[in-house]
């Protein structure tokens, strides 16, 4: 049976991958991260786990060519 899980993100780990890919969702008006839900997935590359979070579609995703 799957299960789903909810996990903390340390909102200095978020700052911390922004700082190297501006994609990562992070917006430094704000203040208020703390609080700020992120909804995702978490997969495995071996045994490391990483979040791949749920977006909207953005316009420019429109312009990405499909890969198998």
Excluded: C, W
């Excluded at 299960?3 to 704000?30: A, G």
């Excluded at 703390?34 to 312009?63: M, R």
């Amino acid at each position: 049976m799957k299960t789903v899980d909810f996990y903390t993100i340390d909102i200095e780990y978020i700052k911390y991958l922004y700082s190297f890919d501006t994609e990562v969702y992070f917006n430094k008006q704000r203040h208020d991260y703390e609080n700020k839900p992120y909804v995702g997935t978490i997969i495995y590359n071996d045994t490391i786990p990483y979040f791949v979070p749920l977006t909207s579609a953005k316009t420019k995703h429109l312009k990405l060519k499909k890969q198998v």
